[in-house]
């Protein structure tokens, strides 16, 4: 431990950021999902709450077991607020790209 100069005596504890349990370039639905959920803080029951399902089935998708029906896509769409299948899953990538 180290003191700070202006809080003399005061403990100073330096902690390493935690690496992040998810993709920065997710290419799966379930990598799109973690990522936006990590993002906003929350837990995958409140995600699922957000997107009208339930917490299974949003555990299943974040896995990668199953995978949405077309009739339960809008809500991903929505709670990610891009489309994760158009242009190759790269919200970012522009058709000329």
Partial sequence: MCA?????????????????DYSETPHTLGEHLKKRR???G???????VRM?????????WEKGKTQPVAAQFRP???FLGYDPTANSGDPCRTPTS
């Fill in 42 to 48: 929350l837990l995958q029951k409140e995600a699922a």
């Fill in 4 to 20: 700070v100069p202006f809080y003399r005596g005061v403990p100073l504890t330096l902690k390493a950021q935690k690496p992040k």
């Fill in 52 to 60: 009208g399902i339930g917490t299974e089935t949003y555990a299943n």
């Fill in 38 to 40: 990590r993002e906003l």
């Fill in 76 to 78: 991903v769409v929505e």
